[in-house]
């Protein structure tokens, strides 16, 4: 296969995901959209390195880390407003009320999510909503599985925190 449809097999197949992961990080629809093109160039310009060892999509996730943690410790981000959105999938058999509650829910957990810690974030969004194994995380974050592991009990006793507080205040 030619490097351009591979290039173009590559987006149709993993485009989606990896703009979705570049938004956990940069919690903006169009940055992670010009990330996501970033991403895609250079895995582009790379596409000799890739050697096969691992999936494309584990590959394209590791670009797409890297990159998001770039970007996030540049001076550009800090300086950036930053807005949070996320549309969540409705379940079509559940009542109007059901599902405004049910989004209404995820969307404050997914808040909550957000206002952790890069490295806390990561762990929980990859494994949690991009379910993701956590062989898998460990091999896009060039980590052990045992620190990943730790990483997501530390993160989720973070949220777990962070949700008691909430509703201790009668905020959810």
Partial sequence: MKRDEMLREWIR???RMVIRT???YVKDKMIAE???QEVFL???AKIEEFRGTASVETWLYRITVNH???YVRSWAYRKLLV???FERARDEGDLPEDVLVKKHRGEELLAM???LPVKDREVILLHYFEELKVKEIAEILSDKETTVRVRM????KKLRQKVEEEEAYGLL
Avoid: T
């Avoid at 009990?153 to 989720?156: P, V």
């Fill in 42 to 44: 250079k895995a582009y």
């Fill in 113 to 115: 999510v957000m206002k």
């Fill in 153 to 156: 009990m530390r993160a989720l």
């Fill in 83 to 85: 807005q949070q959105h």
């Fill in 68 to 70: 998001c943690k770039d």
């Fill in 13 to 15: 197949a993993h485009g």
């Fill in 22 to 24: 570049a938004y956990y």
């Fill in 34 to 36: 010009d990330i996501a």
